[in-house]
């Protein structure tokens, strides 16, 4: 029995070591990937955590400019003549 648990703890086990090898001998390349791994795990965490502090989104910025409502009149004055 003790042979099945270690057939099936030894690739975790394996993967453990390795990364501490590429740690401490390639460190660039190590958080590298590592925190380049935790980006597209950010895009579905960070979302629902910000909501359920009560984030609310930015009103958006205008992309025109509100005309006024009321009759417009002619410049008058500074050589518009």
Known sequence: ?????????SPFRNTYR???????????????????????VAVGVVPPVRKSFGWKPAERIP?????PNRPR?????????
């Open 18 to 40: 390795y990364l501490r090898q590429s740690a401490h001998e390639r460190p660039v390349i190590f958080w590298s990937i590592l925190l380049g791994s935790i980006g597209p």
């Open 1 to 9: 029995m003790a042979s099945v648990i270690n057939v099936f703890a």
């Open 63 to 67: 992309t025109t400019y509100p005309v």
């Open 73 to 81: 009149h002619a410049v008058q004055g500074y050589e518009d003549e």
